[in-house]
Structures are given as structure tokens and as C-alpha cells.
């Protein structure tokens, strides 16, 4: 078959400029550690990436919620375990004054302790966080979660709102409780069937009994107990909020090295295999420029002298 | 002449001619287009000698020219393939490249947009984080932005790109025309020049690489170049007449471009081109159609799709400060110069002007040199006049909501065509200006009642009202606002509810006429079953009337207002009613005549009604006695007067007063007929009967004036006009036949009996005369007033109006029923969700006034639904639970609205398929790599092809020096042996010579 020599140049000439283009692209690569340097080389790699990469940036958000729901049942937890001891002290000076040898002097001044004591868990109540807000109100914030009124009576200005936050696929974490969930109303033992006062109504009315030489005995006793009951509650709750931190923390951190297994796989180079076709491509060149050689060399003309 | 002389000589000659055949080959070894040359030799006519026949040498018969027009062809085809997946492969890797990549591709956008309200989430209140949010949002519309632009300036080099190809066609065109002309003088192809041949092959071949080409060559070797389908188009190249081609963009379309061909003749029109493809031409083409067009829309797509939800969710919400009913996003509308006003330096800007803004369709815009100014002129509807908008003194036309800047220097008056239309990737702008503004809580809350008794934790959910799925229709689709009462329609207690007078309506008012019996009134309900205005209901009633299937709230259960007892702020009251007017006089007329009996009086049961309290003045009841008037009947003369004697009429300076006017226009004077009036019989002058004509008969009535207590006048129309006798107003007039005469036979030509008089009422304030508890429409109508029902106040709930007793009368109505919110009605309003029996059933009262709005049973599970506002229940409420449904306004960390927003990033939006917005994304993406991969793929398929083609062509026509250095010794040992028989020859002579 006829060759013509334009063809036979022209040939070479371009198998040649392709392997030192590959060459440059492959050396590139390799500087850059990429995988590939633009999408239009492994368009499918690439567009995988993108759903991938978006996927990360989800788990992100869930490990940074995560961090936050932590943050927020710690600070909860230190809050109610200083409520649960404010109330042991509560019960003791109950159970000192339902004591007969007292005086009703001696009444008066445990009941400036309660009082005091109130206010101590009042301000415990209204704990904010370092962004200010208000970790016993649900979502109203902003305000005091209780605040005594004109009438001295403490109320709740938070709301019932609760606040979560998405920490995994189908699952979610509370971020934050109404706080009547810590600072649970208590029944008024002796009253009709389900009458009912709020926590901190219940201990002004402990330290307006003392303060009248009232008996404490028959009603702020077991209210005293029941309030205990509900912090010990409140304190497990936040117990189980933080172990579910801990349990979905493992998952979505599995989840996560996976991803990046699944995103590094289609972008990172594989040094190995590149080095290798890297050999590879410059051995293909060098024959060609050889061969080349040679067969350029070949003329009949040559021989002819 | 056979010698060895003249044969050595010939054969010198040709093989001269052969080594420079073979020579010019060598030459020309790299000379684009040459088709490589061989000699053809043959032998001369032999001489005959005797018996034998001679040789007499060789000669050259042509230089013939190595070629084939089928591998030729095969040539111009695959290259015009190829050269199609060239730009094909570059435009749809750039865009792949930019769409694709993690630094450019939108998804990053989408993911840190997303991410940022997910983070949110966890603290909706905090600023710092909402200015994240925030930000990102303007990162996404940006980002879009961004990508849009990346396609227009690929539109713009791809255009840019068709033109140049296009220019080049045109040049080569021209090229290949000069050629033709010069093949054109010879007749046939072996008499053309192999190099003019081999110019022609290269032109078309180059001709091909820019577009697919039709060629038809005639046997001179002229050729005939057609472009695209439409054979009947006309050719590109006839013979030397070339036309020039040229390609039409349509600047609102990037798929749709038109080719044509210049027409030979400027008088004739161009001609379009179809199916013009292939080469670097058909691949921008391509490009354009398959690549960049779909790629831009399905990025419009999902940027309306995206904004649409994402407004939506946005809207519902409620930011920092308590408003709702924000957008995030915007789209501008996209206004284009459309047809060639772009070219003339024309440009147009887009701003928004803030808020909404609707796309007007097409308009003009035009310039008005004496004013100096641009105006946009936008056509009417068919019928209306065109709008027209002239720009401010900044030069800046407001058209919508949109802000237009024109540029560009008009010279005299001139018009632009402009086409509007949707916004869509490159129009995304962010909408919200503030932080504080990110709608992240929802408007409304469910707070638990501090003692609650149960645990039992509420939530809420509010879903604007879907419109009564059954029931009747409301009010407006039912009757025409107009309330007189032939505009009204005729119902009946067995019609159900009539309709429902929507939540937010103003100032409605329901005219009921024709009323009878006293059983028939007006019924007012709200959709709860509280009826709020019209006759309790009996238990078989309420079985029948208080369904779903009326309209009413499933499980509703009826209930009534006590007496005096309000609604909310609404007041629905039944009378008539007298406005001020310009002149600062308020009055009542009747709507028509009384109703009286034989003898000219109300009935006894009507009197007794009046005299019992059926009607109030401004709330204040009418009682007392009515004193039969000079007739000795209780007719509207003595209503009149009864009521003037009112104390809470004089009180409030209003007159009472009645007045009996009858017309009558089919008189009848055949002399038969007669007329008694109150009793009196009617004669003329001469005391007969028989009356002919109204004059007589005016003068014979007005005779007897004395004894009738009536007055006749004659009409402008011929009629005649009875009126009461001055001091008789409001008394009834008797009108009757002479006897013996049938009944109704009188002059008047109307039925004998008893005409009422008219009321009227004038005072200098407002006032309502009203139907007090008492009260029925049927003793209002007596009167001969409609009775009308008056819904006031703030309308927050539907009502359902239903008829009781058993007639059929005519309702009609005013109404007027803007838009109602009722989610800001659920905020202005709060209220409380009590639970009864021990949670067994339920009641809603508004807080404010404490009025019940509904009551119900509560089934475990079962959502409460109320005003839109749907509320759900975790575990069982006790005795005594409540629960305030209330606005939000200080819930700052509720996050429920923001984890809507943040939800979108996996959550299907219907709008795009149902797919996420990355996930739409990530299809377009991928769209993108297979259509890069295909090309690619194409491409190197087609190399191939090229490839062989390029081989069969080199193998006919290649110049190979191998093959010339071969052919070289041969010739040159020819002509050597050729040299050798001269030498021979002159041997022979010498010796010859030496003999």
C-alpha cells in the first residue's frame, strides 16, 4: 500500500504531539495530586462529586448541631444539679421546721433562708447561655423564663415551644424544653383532686408558712419531695439527651469518614497507578520519536548515489 | 517514416517530457490540494513495409492527473463530520468544566445556602448567624447570576464564531466562483488544467470543513454548491455567480438562528435556508440547539423553581421583628430589546424597584424628541387604551415594579420593541434587606396553660383555609351584589345553608322581602354551628341542617347566643337602616305600600306585634298603643303617627309620616265601568257614573274630595294619581266597583280593595329602626319594609345563612369582601383551647371578649382544627387543660420555619420533578458530561473515518518519493537507452560513411 510521504510525516508528526500533550496533562496531574483537572475529563466522576460534596456539607451541619445540642444539655445539666441541690437544702430546713421544738422566731429565720434559697433557684431558672439566651424557655428567649410579678407571684414568661434540631436522617434532638418540663407544678396536697400551684408558688408559700408559724409538715413536705422527684426526672431527661448526642455523634462520624472515603476515591489521584502510566506514556513517546527517526532516514534516494 | 533517428529523437522527446512529469511530482511533494501526475505514452502508427509493419516510436498522449471523485467525495463528507464535533467537543467542555467544577458549580452554593439555615436551627435568634444565612443567600442568587452570564458569553463566542464561519463561507466562495469561471471556457474535464482542478478540490474541501455541502459537478468539471436541504433554495455557487450566505440571530432565543442567501437581485427577498448543518458551522448550531439552550432553560427552571419554594416557605414564616409575608428572593422580569434594536446600540437595564414586580408581556418603548424623554407605551386589553410610562427626570421608567434604564443615543423619535418575560437564573436577586427579616419561627404558637394538669404537649401547624370543601358557595358566587330586591333570588328553608359570607367580608347586607309568615327569618351561623342572628333551631332541625354537607365544620355541634350576648366583635342586626346623606338628612322609605286588610287597616296580629316591641329605634324599643286613625282602622296613618309619638324618635329629631300616592295608567272608560273611592261613588257633574275621560275623571274625583279624603291629579303619561286629602295623609284608600258590577270592573282598571300608605322616616343623624328579638320579617314587610340584615363589625369567622319557616322568598345582597387574612387574624386574637369532661370534649373561646367560638369532642389522636389553624395533641389533656393558641411573636429562637427552609436541601420541590434543587442540579450536571462524553466519543469515531478517507485519497493522488525516485531511474534509463539509439544511428552513418 502507498504511503505518500506528506501522509507518513504528517502522521508521526501528530501521534507524537498527542503523547507529549497526554505527557503534560498526566505530569500536571500528578503535581496537583487531582484526579483529574478539569470535569470534562471524567465528567462522570465529577458530577458524582457534586452530590457527594453536598452531602458532606449535610453531615457537617448535623456534627455542628450535634456540638450545639452537647453544649446545651451540658449547661442544663450543671443548671439542674445545682436546682436539686438548692432543694436538698430545702427539704432539710423542711424537716428542721416541722420540728416542734422550734419557735416561731426560730420559723422566721429559716424562712429567710427560703426566701433566699427561692431566689437562688430563681436565678438558676433564668440561666442564659453565651449567647444570652434563656435555656429554660423554650423558644422565648429573649425575656426572663420566670419573673415575679407586681403581685410577688413568680410566673413562667417562656413558652411551650420546643426546639429541634435535626441530628440525623429520621432522627432530631432537643434543643431546648419549656421550662415548666424542669420546674414542674406541683399538687397542693389537701386540696381538691388535681389542684395544682407552680414550683415557685409552692416555696413562697413553704416560707410564708414558716414566716406565720404555720406546720409545714402536711404541705410543702411531700411537695418538697415531689419537686425533688421532678429534677431528678429532668436531670435523667438531659442524661438521655446527651447519651443520644454521644450514639449519633458515632453514627454520623462513620457516615462522614465513609463520604470522604467515597469523594477522596474520585478525586484524589492514585499516585501509584499515575506514576505508573506517567512511565508509561514516555516510553510510547520515545519509541515513537526513535522509530521516527528511522523510518524518516528510509529514502530511496539514499541509495541512490 | 521509420529511423532509427527520428524513433531515438521521438523517444528522447517523451522521456524528457516523462523525468519532468516525474520532476514536477517531486516538486510539488508538499503542495496542499496537488494531485500527483503520470504521463501517459503510447506507441505511434506503425509504417508498413512490405508485409511488415513498423514501429515508428513512442509519443505522449496526456499528463494525467491521479484522481477519484468517489474517494473525493468520501473526503469532503467525513470532513465536514468531523469538523461538526470540533466546537461541539470544545463549547460543551467549557460548560461542563464551569458547571462541574467544586469552586463554580452552583451546588457548592446550594450546599453552603442550606447549611447555613441548618446551622441556624440551632440558634434562629442569633444575628450572627442569620447574617450568614443571609449572606450565603446572596452567594446562591450571585452564583446563579454567575452561571447565567457563563452562558451568555458562551452564546456570544459561539455567535461570534457563526459569524466568522460564515464570513469565511462567503470568501471561499468567491474563491471557488473565479475558479468555476475558468473552468467554464473549456469543454470537457481532460481538457482542464490539473492544477485548476486540483485548486477546485481544495476550495470545496476547505469549503466543507466550515459546512456540510451539496456539490454537483457538470462534465466541463464546473461545479454547482448547494447548502442545506431546500434543494429549491438557489445555490450558494452557479457556475461564477456566487451569492452571499449569511446567518439571522434571534436575540431572545439562543436555539433559533436563521440562514439565508443574499437574493441576486436586490429587488427580490431573501432566501431562508433549511437544513443547513455539518462543519464547524453545524456544530455551533448544534451546540447552540442541543447544549446551550437546554442548559440555560433548565437553569431557569430550577432558579424559578428554587425561588418559588422557597418564597413560599418564607412567606409563611415570621421574622425577628413579627412580620410575615416576606419573599428571600426575587426575580426580575427579563426584558429584552427584541429584532435588531440591540445591533443599533440600543441596551437596556433592569432594577427592581422593591416588592413584587409583574412581568408586563411586550410593550414599546419610544422616544420623544421634544420632551426628550423615553415612555413606555404598553398595548390595552381589546377595548382599553395603551398605558403609557414615560421615565422620571433621572431617565428611569417605573413599569410595574421594575426599573428600566434605556441607553443609547436616539437620533430623532424612535422605537424600541420590547419583550418581557419571567426572570429567570440571571434575574435572581435576594429580596430580604435585613437579618432580622429571615423568617425562622412560625407566626403562631400553642403554649401550654402553666398548671396544666396532664402532660399533654400541643402542637400547631397553620395552613391557610383550603375553601369549604363542601357547602355551599360563597356569597358572591351566589348572588349579584346588588341589593334590590329583583337582583335577589328566590329560597326556601329547604335550600339548606344559601351561602356563606366569607371570613374578612365588610359592611354585608342581606335583604329579604316578601316575607309573610312569621316563622320565616334570616338564620346566621358561624361554620362551628353558633347561630348567631334568626328563630332557634329545634333538635330535627339541627340533625338536618348542621352537617358537613351544609358547610359546617364536621362534628360541629350548634349552639346559640343568649340574649344580648355578642359575638366577637361582630354585630348582626335585622331592620332598615337610614344613612346620611349629602345634604345631612337621613331617611327610610318604604319599600313599598302597607299590607292592610279590607278595611284598610293592619292586621290584628301585626298591631299587637308593634304594640309589643317588634320594632327598636337605635336599640331603644317602640311600645305603646296605636290609635286607629279618622277611619277607625290602624292604618299607616296612625303607624306614622304612633311612631312619631315615640319618645326615642323625638329624642333623636325624627319625623314620622305616611303618605297613600297610587298611580294608575290602563284606565278603563267603557261606559259600564264605575269607581267607588273610601265608599264614596264616583259621579261626574252630572251625577252619571259613566266618566270618559281622565279630565272628567280628575274633576269628578276632586268634586267629591270632601266625602273621599282623596285627591286626583292627571299624570304626565296619562295616568291617574290618587293621593290622600291634605290632613288624611297615610290613611288607606278604598277602591271599589259600582255595584253590581264585577269586583274588579272599575275604571282604574286594578283589583277592588284596600290601598296602604307608604312610610317615611327623616331625621338629621343615622339611625337604624331595627327588629328586636320579637320581631319577624313578616311584620317588617307589613310595613311595608324589606327587612335587611346587617353583618358589622370585624368579620373574623365564615358564615353560613340559611331560611326558616316554610315560604319561599327573595334574598339579595351588598356585600364587599376584600382579602382576608386569617393568619393575622389568629395573631390579633388569641385563643384558648379548653378542655372539658375530664378531656373528653373541648371548647375555643377568644381570649378578648370570651366568646365560645366552638366546642366539640375530643377524640385521642384527632387534630383540632380552627380558622386554619390545626392543632394536634400528644398524649391525653385533662380536665381543665388549656392551651393559647396565640402569635409568636416572642418565640425569637423558634426554629421550625427556618428547618423548613433548611429541609429543602434534600426535600423534592414539586416544580422540579419532585427532585431537591441539588439534586435537579446534579442532573443538569450530568446531562452536561454525557453530552460532552458523546461528542468526545464522536469525535475520535470520526478521526477514524477522516483518517481512512484521507488514505484512499493518498493512495490515488499522494505524491511518494519512494515511487518518484523509482520512476525517476526509469525514465532516466529510458532516455539514456533512447540517447543510445541516436548514438547508434550516427555509429551506422559513420560507418556507412567510412565504406
Known sequence: MKISTVLQFDRAAGQMGKLTGELAQQQARISSGEAFLAPREAPKDATALLRLDALRSNQDVRLNLLDRAEARADLQESALRSVSDVLIRLKELGIQAANDTYSDSDKKVFALEVRALGEELLSLANTRDAEGNAIFAGAATRGAAFARGEDGAVSYLGDSTRIAVPVGESRSLLLARPGTDFFTPVAVPGAAEGTRESFFSAIDRFAETLETGGDVSATTLPQLDSMLEGSSLALARVGTDLSAVNQQREILSEERLQTDALISDLRDLDFAEAITKLRADQLALEAAQSSFARIAGQSLFNFLR | ?995
Not at chain 2, 432553560?297 to 424559578?304: I, K, V, Y
Not at chain 2, 297613600?660 to 265601568?673: N, R
Not at chain 2, 331595627?770 to 368579620?795: C, H, N, Y
Not at chain 2, 340559611?802 to 364587599?816: K, P
Open chain 2, 1 to 995: 517514416m521509420s529511423d532509427l533517428l527520428s524513433l531515438g529523437s521521438s523517444a528522447i522527446g517523451v522521456y524528457k517530457q516523462a523525468l519532468a512529469t516525474v520532476s514536477n511530482n517531486i516538486a510539488n511533494v508538499n503542495s496542499d490540494g496537488y494531485s500527483r501526475q503520470t504521463l501517459a505514452i503510447n506507441q505511434n502508427q506503425p509504417v508498413q513495409a512490405g508485409t511488415a509493419f513498423l514501429g515508428t516510436g513512442a509519443r505522449v498522449v496526456a499528463v494525467e492527473r491521479q484522481f477519484d471523485g468517489f474517494v473525493e467525495n468520501q473526503l469532503r463528507v467525513s470532513t465536514s463530520d468531523l469538523a461538526a464535533q470540533k466546537p461541539l467537543v470544545e463549547y460543551t467542555g467549557r460548560i461542563l468544566d464551569r458547571f462541574a467544577s467544586k469552586d463554580s458549580a452552583l451546588s457548592g452554593a446550594l450546599d453552603n445556602f442550606f447549611s447555613a439555615l441548618g446551622g441556624l436551627g440551632a440558634d434562629a435568634s442569633s444575628l450572627a448567624l442569620r447574617e450568614i444565612a443571609l449572606s450565603d443567600a446572596a452567594l446562591l442568587a450571585d452564583r446563579f447570576g454567575a452561571l447565567d452570564t457563563f452562558l451568555t458569553s458562551q452564546g456570544e463566542a459561539s455567535e461570534t464564531d457563526l459569524s466568522n464561519t460564515v464570513s469565511e463561507i462567503n470568501a471561499l466562495a468567491v474563491e471557488l466562483g473565479g475558479v468555476n469561471l475558468k473552468l467554464g471556457r473549456k469543454d470537457a474535464l481532460s481538457k482542464q488544467a490539473p492544477g485548476l482542478l486540483d485548486e477546485r478540490d481544495r476550495l470545496l474541501r476547505e469549503l466543507a470543513e466550515k459546512v456540510r455541502l451539496d456539490v454537483t459537478e457538470a462534465p466541463s468539471g464546473v461545479v454547482t454548491v448547494r447548502l442545506g436541504a431546500s434543494a429549491g433554495a438557489g445555490a450558494l455557487i452557479a457556475g461564477g455567480e456566487v451569492r452571499t450566505f449569511g446567518v439571522q440571530f434571534d436575540p431572545l432565543a439562543e436555539d433559533r438562528m436563521a440562514f439565508f442567501l443574499e437574493p441576486a437581485q436586490p429587488s427580490q427577498g431573501r432566501m431562508v435556508l433549511s437544513g443547513v448543518g455539518g462543519g464547524a458551522l453545524g456544530g455551533l448550531v448544534t451546540f447552540r440547539e442541543q447544549v446551550l439552550e437546554p442548559t440555560r432553560s433548565t437553569l431557569d427552571s430550577l432558579a424559578q423553581g428554587l425561588v418559588d419554594e422557597v418564597n413560599r416557605l418564607h412567606r409563611a414564616g415570621m421574622g425577628l421583628d413579627g412580620a410575615t409575608g416576606r419573599d428571600l428572593f426575587a426575580l426580575k422580569p427579563d426584558y429584552r430589546l427584541a429584532g435588531l434594536d440591540a445591533e443599533r446600540g440600543f441596551s437596556l437595564e433592569t432594577s427592581l424597584a422593591g416588592g413584587d414586580a409583574a412581568v408586563v408581556g411586550s410593550f414599546e418603548l419610544r422616544f420623544n424628541p421634544l420632551s426628550n424623554r423615553w415612555a413606555a407605551h404598553i398595548p390595552g386589553a381589546p377595548g382599553e387604551g395603551e398605558r403609557v410610562v414615560p421615565a422620571d427626570d433621572a431617565g428611569l421608567i417605573t413599569l410595574d415594579g421594575t426599573v428600566l434604564r434605556v441607553s443609547g443615543t436616539p437620533s430623532g423619535a424612535e422605537t424600541l420593541k420590547v419583550e418581557g418575560r419571567r426572570g429567570g437564573a440571571g434575574e435572581v436577586v435576594l429580596a430580604l434587606a435585613r437579618a432580622e427579616h429571615l423568617a425562622g419561627a412560625d407566626p403562631l404558637r400553642l403554649r401550654s396553660g402553666e398548671l396544666n394538669s396532664s402532660g399533654a404537649q400541643g402542637t400547631m401547624s397553620f395552613s391557610p383555609l383550603p375553601g369549604a370543601s363542601s357547602g355551599p358557595g360563597a356569597l358572591s358566587t351566589v348572588l349579584v351584589n346588588n341589593p334590590a330586591p329583583a337582583s335577589g333570588r328566590a329560597f326556601s328553608s329547604l335550600d339548606g345553608t344559601l351561602f356563606a359570607v366569607p371570613a374578612g367580608s365588610e359592611g354585608t347586607e342581606l335583604v329579604l322581602s316578601g316575607a309573610t309568615d312569621d316563622a320565616t327569618d334570616l338564620r346566621v351561623f358561624t361554620r362551628e354551628g353558633i347561630l348567631l342572628s334568626g328563630p332557634a333551631l329545634s333538635a330535627a332541625e339541627q340533625d338536618s341542617l348542621i352537617t358537613g354537607e351544609q358547610g359546617f365544620t364536621p362534628r360541629a355541634s350548634y349552639g346559640a347566643l343568649a340574649a344580648e350576648e355578642a359575638y366577637r366583635d361582630l354585630t348582626v342586626s335585622r331592620g332598615a337602616f337610614a344613612d346620611l346623606d349629602l345634604e345631612g338628612v337621613a331617611s327610610l322609605t318604604g319599600d313599598r305600600a302597607f299590607s292592610v286588610d279590607a278595611t284598610g287597616g293592619i292586621s290584628a296580629a301585626v298591631r299587637g306585634a308593634l304594640e309589643g316591641g317588634a320594632l327598636s329605634l337605635n336599640g331603644v324599643a317602640l311600645t305603646g298603643a296605636i290609635a286607629d286613625d279618622a277611619q277607625g282602622v290602624a292604618s299607616a296613618a296612625s303607624v306614622a303617627a304612633w311612631l312619631a309619638g315615640q319618645d326615642a324618635l323625638t329624642a333623636a329629631g325624627i319625623t314620622a309620616t305616611a303618605d297613600t300616592s297610587l298611580s294608575f295608567s290602563t284606565l278603563d272608560f267603557s261606559d259600564h265601568a264605575g269607581l267607588t273611592l273610601n265608599g264614596v261613588t264616583i259621579v261626574n257633574a252630572s251625577g252619571s257614573t259613566s266618566v270618559t275621560n281622565l279630565s272628567e275623571l280628575v274633576g269628578a274625583v276632586n268634586d267629591q274630595t270632601g266625602a273621599t279624603g282623596v285627591i286626583a291629579r292627571a299624570g304626565l303619561s296619562g295616568e291617574l294619581i290618587l293621593r290622600n286629602a291634605e290632613g288624611r295623609e297615610g290613611e288607606s284608600i278604598l277602591i271599589g266597583a259600582q255595584a253590581p258590577l264585577a269586583s274588579d270592573d272599575n275604571i282604574l282598571g286594578t283589583p277592588t280593595g284596600a290601598y296602604g300608605g307608604q312610610l317615611t322616616l327623616s331625621g338629621p343623624a343615622a339611625f337604624a329602626l331595627t327588629l328586636s328579638a320579637q320581631g319577624t320579617p313578616a311584620t317588617f314587610s307589613a310595613l311595608g319594609l324589606d327587612t335587611r340584615v346587617r353583618i358589622g363589625g370585624v368579620q373574623r369567622d365564615d358564615l353560613l345563612v340559611s331560611l326558616s319557616g316554610a315560604e319561599t322568598v327573595s334574598v339579595a345582597a351588598r356585600y364587599e369582601a376584600p382579602a382576608f387574612d386569617a393568619l393575622a387574624s389568629l395573631r390579633e386574637e388569641a385563643l384558648a383551647v379548653r378542655f372539658e369532661s375530664g378531656g373528653a370534649s373541648y371548647v375555643i373561646e377568644e381570649l378578648s371578649s370570651g366568646t365560645e367560638l366552638a366546642r366539640g369532642s375530643y377524640l385521642p389522636g384527632a387534630s383540632i382544627r380552627y380558622g386554619g389553624a390545626v392543632l394536634a395533641f400528644q398524649g391525653q389533656p385533662g380536665e381543665g387543660d388549656v392551651f393559647f393558641l396565640e402569635d409568636n411573636a416572642l418565640g425569637v429562637d423558634d426554629n421550625r420555619n427556618v428547618q423548613r427552609l433548611a429541609a429543602l436541601a434534600s426535600n423534592g420541590i414539586e416544580a422540579l420533578g419532585s427532585k431537591s434543587a441539588g439534586d435537579y442540579y446534579a442532573s443538569l450536571a450530568s446531562r452536561l458530561g454525557t453530552l460532552s462524553r458523546q461528542a468526545v466519543i464522536g469525535e475520535q469515531a470520526l478521526e477514524v473515518v477522516k483518517a481512512q478517507a484521507e488514505e484512499a485519497k493518498d493512495r490515488v493522488s499522494g505524491v511518494s518519493l519512494d515511487e518518484e525516485a523509482a520512476d525517476l531511474i526509469r525514465y532516466q534509463q529510458a532516455y539514456q537507452a533512447a540517447a543510445k539509439i541516436i548514438q547508434t544511428s550516427q555509429d551506422l552513418f559513420d560507418a556507412v560513411l567510412a565504406i
